[in-house]
């Protein structure tokens, strides 16, 4: 008999909570069971194994920051909006390490899912640089470098990376100044060339 109130939403949100809490790579079927109170085979009424459920963890943590990055650049527009964008992605990836974890693995599930997961993020991020005049192909590497660099730095801070004693925080915005000065290049960039 399933358990009542359970359903698979429950059921991912008490996985995000563990992963957080243990780490993902402790969340095991097992595990989480215990956590709710029932029994393992159980679960399989909500997800097929430790694969979807590594997934779902995923799409929940993308929905989150997604979310939360439209909600902190909303009313903001160009540069002050790409630094919004940033600022609270680090501060969930580091207030979420667990979920974050999960999040590295967004091309590894590629799908319609994780798609609708971040076409708002993605929607906006585009239309930012498309403002600011930088042509949809400089847009695509652009993004990637802002990924690579939120999601490094992130990873580098929630596995205590960074040794040095100066500010971790300061560090991020210095690091911000560095990105958004390279994303005024390449708007600069463009304008020259048309």
């Not at 243990?22 to 097929?48: C, F, M, Q």
């Not at 969930?92 to 590629?110: C, V």
């Amino acid at each position: 008999m399933a358990k009542k109130g359970l359903d698979k939403n429950s059921v991912i949100e008490r996985a995000a909570t563990l992963a957080n809490e243990k780490g993902l790579e402790n969340v095991t079927i097992k595990e989480l069971a215990d956590s709710l109170e029932i029994r393992s085979p159980s679960l399989y009424n909500h997800i097929s194994g430790l694969e979807e459920l590594r997934k779902e963890i995923m799409l929940y943590g993308w929905k989150q920051v997604e979310k939360r990055i439209l909600q902190a650049a909303a009313g903001t527009e160009g540069y002050d909006a790409i630094r919004a964008m940033c600022r609270e992605f680090y501060v969930y990836a580091s207030e979420n390490k667990g979920i974050f974890s999960a999040m590295l693995w967004y091309n590894k599930y590629a799908d319609e899912a994780s798609s609708e997961a971040t076409s708002g993020l993605f929607s906006r991020l585009y239309g930012i640089m498309e403002d600011m005049g930088i042509s949809r192909e400089r847009t695509e590497h652009l993004i990637r470098t802002l990924r690579g660099f939120l999601e490094g730095f992130a990873l580098l801070v929630n596995n205590g990376a960074f040794g040095h004693p100066a500010d971790i925080d300061e560090s991020f915005e210095v690091s911000l100044d560095v990105l958004i000065e390279g994303i005024r290049a390449a708007a600069r960039k463009e304008s020259e060339q048309i």
